[in-house]
């Protein structure tokens, strides 16, 4: 995963892990994200210390954490708070990031 910056999160499509460091269930969250970035060999999330955004967090009506935020086409598109397993993820990566799956 890789680490927000200021600047990526005015991207216009981004798929961002916001997390607190001292939330169980983020650390199972996390690895599923991490799983999932290990199969497609690459980057894929970026992550974010919900306390250190915190107007971020107010702006975008983010609820809690672990939080699986989606923006595509500078449109909040998702806020994913149940993680439930790594298929579950999947749904959402096939609808936001097909590339992923394309056979070169």
Known sequence: MIKITENQLEAEEILLYIHSPFCGTCHVARQM??????IHKQ???YEMNASLYPQFMQDNEVESVPCLFIKKNNEVKEKVYAFHSIGNIYQYLYQYKPELFQQD
């Open 33 to 38: 994200l991490e799983q999932i970035e290990g």
């Open 43 to 45: 980057d894929i999330f």
